[in-house]
């Protein structure tokens, strides 16, 4: 049973440009969470997705936008980057069979020059 | 406003030498406290779900804990592979979000 996974792995950017991270939830989960965590930090919650809607988001700007498809995988979307976006982005899923518990993915470390 | 801490920042232990973890939290209502161990450069990984206070859940060496404002990992005996970063998260009921502390790295020394 294959768990949370994401990509890409790593990604380098540079500011101003766009960047889209994918991640397939594990299997029979239907909600799918986004957190950014910078160095040293706890992840911080972007938002979280759920039968194809947003259904509640963090304290993060409009440049960050998802989508979730109806396979439940999810998109995380950033405009505009700039260097302070410089961050390990993680997917949780959960949902159906996991009570109020998420799983994380592995992550994709993005580098914005 | 939510808010969940954890203390200390980084604790450095021998082999053998039991300690617990600190966290604190502050929710509205608590939906689930979570406690999560984190490899450098990986994704946090699942250890426990609180729901109640009175509550203690085990797996091998942690034991976890939960009173109406606190949450505790114990940690006995620990190993050199227990060496990582343990993440404290607590969820509301009045939301879908979960806020996550900034985590307590633990370095076990043989």
């Known amino acids: 049973d294959a768990g949370v996974t994401q990509s890409p792995t790593h990604l380098i950017k540079t500011r101003g440009q766009q960047v889209t991270l994918r991640c397939s939830p594990k299997s029979g989960h239907d909600t799918v969470s986004w957190y950014q965590q910078a160095l040293g930090q706890g992840p911080q919650f972007i938002f979280q997705?759920?039968?194809?809607?947003?259904?509640q988001r963090g304290n993060f700007p409009d440049r960050f936008s998802g989508h979730q498809f109806p396979n439940y995988s999810s998109e995380l979307n950033v405009n505009a980057l700039l260097l302070g976006d410089s961050a390990l982005y993680l997917c949780a899923s959960g949902g159906a069979g996991a009570g109020d518990t998420q799983y994380f993915g592995p992550g994709t470390r993005l580098t914005v020059l | 406003e939510d808010q969940v801490t954890q203390s200390p920042e980084a604790l450095r232990l021998q082999e053998g030498e039991s300690s617990s973890l600190n966290c604190s939290y502050t929710?509205?209502?608590?939906?689930?406290l979570f406690w999560y161990r984190q490899d450098p450069g990986k994704g946090p990984e699942f250890l426990f779900t609180l729901y109640s206070a009175g509550e203690e859940k085990e797996k091998e060496r942690l034991k976890a804990t939960l009173t109406k404002k606190e949450s505790f990992l114990h940690i006995t005996a620990p190993k050199p592979e227990d060496s990582a970063t343990y993440l404290c998260a607590a969820g509301d009921t009045g939301g879908f979000k979960t806020i996550f502390g900034a985590g307590t790295r633990l370095f076990v020394k043989a």
């Open positions: 997705y759920y039968e194809e809607e947003e259904r």
């Open positions: 929710v509205s209502g608590l939906r689930g």
